[in-house]
């Protein structure tokens, strides 16, 4: 079932708990985990190394991929994006999977940080760019 379908089958829903028990197969709640395992993977990198490269901490990043760590702040999942040397559309994908809004270059902090990605800069130098307009950065 496509989320338009879910979307529009909840709007005509006149009780939550039905509808969450007939629907409970639709619910992708481990596309986050999963993203985050097959990224990985694909990247042939572990965990450890991730957390390092992301600046987050070790314990941290494995509560992530193992599930226990929900709802991670956006620039949690911005680090972690740099860390996998992330594209803009799998950069997005991430912080949607993650719960949050994805990058919009209307946004000044936003476009640097697209900018900083598109041009595979580190999240070092990104981090110098979001400085420099004195803005809030990643680390």
Known sequence: MTTEELTNKLKESKNIDSFIQENKNEFDEEAFKNFLDETLRR?????????????????????????????PRKDILLRLAFGLELSLEETNRLLILGGVAELRAKLRRDSIIIFGIENSYSIEITDELLSQYGLQTLL
Do not use: C, Q
């Open 43 to 71: 990247k042939g990198i572990n965990v450890t190394t991730l957390a390092i490269e992301s600046g987050i901490s070790v314990p941290y990043a494995y509560n992530l991929f193992n599930g226990r760590k929900n709802s």
